[in-house]
């Protein structure tokens, strides 16, 4: 799986040796290569992924896709807005895409993980 993220990695225009910091206290997004930074630091990404719609006048939209990661003992829910990366992750990784409403998501994350646990459970049943 860290071939996906090192392959998307070279179409990245920044070099693997500047990280960019980034933080759920002060971003609500992320940008695309801080997820692809943490999936080469060894974070497993799950195969469910939130997708909310966000829509501006005139038609405009962004899909912001919510990425459950898990390292060690710790969990954390990714912000990122889509984009040509992040949808060449979900496509290479099969990733199944869980449309979210605007009461699937609190701050600290808790509810929006019980909703991708929920579909990665029916999904498998």
Do not use: C, K
Not at 81 to 100: C, D, K, M, T, Y
């Amino acid at each position: 799986m860290q071939d996906i993220a090192a392959s998307l990695f070279e179409i990245e225009l920044r070099s693997a040796n500047q990280r960019r910091h980034w933080s759920p206290a002060s971003q609500s997004y992320a940008p695309a290569d801080v997820l692809l930074e943490y999936l080469a630091d060894g974070w497993n990404l799950s195969s469910v992924v939130g997708r909310m719609e966000h829509w501006y006048g005139a038609g405009r939209h962004v899909g912001v896709y919510y990425f459950e990661l898990a390292r060690d003992h710790r969990m954390m829910v990714m912000a990122v807005h889509g984009n040509p990366a992040v949808h060449r992750l979900v496509w290479e990784r099969r990733s199944r895409i869980v449309p979210l409403g605007a009461d699937d998501r609190l701050m600290d994350g808790r509810l929006l993980r019980y909703t991708l646990y929920r579909a990665l459970m029916l999904s498998a049943g």
